[in-house]
């Protein structure tokens, strides 16, 4: 419980149980996000538990949690600054018929995410456009656990029998009850994509009473007869997620997996698709913290173009030793990404990384440096004989080079 490493700076939000405000880690001289209590009277500590949750997960589409401290009395933990918008401001208008790519990104990362939760026995109960971040590079990340179930818990000191908690528009008949499910968050989803493709939510009473009313009434066969021109496929999936019946709702978590496994690819400029790679290579993506976001976008394309892509943040643990992680995986990876900037020629950590693939390079040949540049910057002298794909125009672009090189 460092506390003189953080420093804390303007306030970025409110939710119902703490405060956000943007703060810098000292020791690792980067941004990040505070999270607080408003008060600290009474138990028990919703913050205390929401750290531990989220410092026992490690998933590409939810936020990372550092570390728990004290600062003047009050308890606060540290996360990743999200520089992202809200899931709807990310799509953009209405979709209409059916989703376009920026969407059927987003939503398929949000399945995996919540696949990921589900598998780990969390339910998270409160997944308003609000807190599903999209950054620049269309990364998806699910934020705010305040008000997450663990399953096989006794968590009634938390959440007493008959309580509510959640957004109300964001509701599932669970909610009602108190007895959340993974189904519970999957009718959520549903209520999203209705949202995505219409700009209107399916429960929007007008004060928490008929909210309520109408989630207890609720009837998802009725709901799309005023939007006929919405896809097929999407109404199906859409009138199985907000069913009563978990069954149906569980039919329509695998259509809607279908449906965004199917996202148009990044295409060459003469139309054709970028190719896929057969065979699952492993690629290391060695980058500066400054780089992150690129870094995660570059490796969630790379997966689905059928790398096995090794990244800090999807594999390190809190607790865990970050040397001996990246050692582990250097040895097992053959392709070492290498992503370039002024902050990465000078990083310390990355020169590390970068010299024990180039020495394997050079003396034995099981390994390949792919550089990437994502901002001009002075190419280090024993790179120089390598060609590199470039990030800084055109994504598209250079992800197509990068890609092209995996045999």
Same mark, same amino acid.
């Given at each position: 419980?460092?506390?003189?490493? =953080? ?24 941004? #990040? ?15 205390? @538990? ?12 939810? #936020? ?9 009395? +009050? ?5 990743? *600054? ?6 709807? +401001? ?24 919540? $696949?990921?939760?589900?598998? /780990? /026995? ?21 934020? $705010? ?40 968050? =999957? ?12 700009? !209107? ?17 609720? !009837? ?8 006929? /021109? ?9 009138? /199985? ?21 199917? =996202? ?31 870094? *995660? ?14 990244? !800090? ?10 040397? *001996? ?5 250097? !040895? ?22 970068? @010299? ?27 790179? +120089?004989?390598?060609?590199?794909? $470039? ?8 992800? +197509? ?7």
């Amino acid at each position: 419980m460092n506390s003189d490493r =953080y420093e804390i700076f303007q306030l970025l939000g409110t939710g119902g149980f703490g405060r956000i405000y943007n703060g810098r880690d000292s020791k690792e001289n980067k941004q #990040v996000a505070i999270k607080t209590v408003v008060h600290n009277f009474g138990t028990p500590s919703y913050l205390d @538990r929401e750290f531990d949750i989220l410092s026992r997960l490690s998933h590409p589409n939810i #936020v990372q949690a550092f570390e728990k401290f004290e600062l003047k009395g +009050r308890l606060c933990f540290a996360m990743e *600054r999200l520089d992202g918008v809200p899931l709807m +401001r990310a799509i953009g208008s209405p979709c209409g018929t059916t989703l376009g790519e920026v969407a059927v990104r987003a939503f398929g990362q949000l399945q995996n995410g919540l $696949d990921y939760l589900h598998e /780990n /026995n969390i339910v998270h109960a409160e997944l308003s456009p609000g807190n599903l971040l999209v950054d620049e590079f269309g990364v998806l990340r699910i934020v $705010d656990f305040e008000h997450c179930r663990v399953l096989g818990v006794d968590e009634s000191e938390y959440w007493p029998e008959g309580s509510i908690a959640g957004t109300p528009m964001y509701m599932s008949p669970e909610h009602l009850t108190g007895k959340l499910i993974p189904q519970s968050d =999957y009718f959520v989803v549903g209520t999203l994509l209705f949202e995505a493709l219409t700009g !209107d939510r399916p429960i929007s009473g007008r004060d928490i009473g008929s909210i309520l009313q109408d989630i207890s009434a609720f !009837d998802s066969r009725s709901l799309l007869t005023s939007h006929p /021109n919405i896809a097929p496929d999407l109404q199906q999936i859409i009138t /199985n997620l907000l069913s009563r019946d978990v069954t149906e709702r569980e039919r329509g978590w695998e259509l809607l997996r279908t449906f965004t496994r199917h =996202y148009v690819p990044f295409e060459c400029p003469d139309g054709s698709a970028i190719k896929t790679v057969s065979g699952k290579p492993k690629a290391f993506i060695s980058h500066a913290s400054a780089d992150k976001q690129i870094a *995660r976008r570059l490796a969630l394309e790379l997966s689905r173009a059928g790398v096995d892509v090794w990244l !800090d943040e999807w594999e390190i643990k809190v607790g865990e030793s970050i040397s *001996r992680k990246i050692d582990d995986a250097l !040895d097992k990876c053959r392709y070492v990404i290498l992503l370039l900037s002024p902050t990465a020629v000078k990083s310390r950590w990355v020169e590390k990384e970068w @010299r024990a693939a180039f020495w394997r390079e050079t003396d034995s040949g099981d390994r390949v440096i792919l550089p990437a540049v994502v901002q001009a910057c002075e190419i280090p002298p024993l790179l +120089r004989d390598k060609r590199y794909a $470039d990030l800084s125009g055109s994504f598209k672009a250079g992800f +197509r080079e990068l890609i092209n090189s995996f045999e």
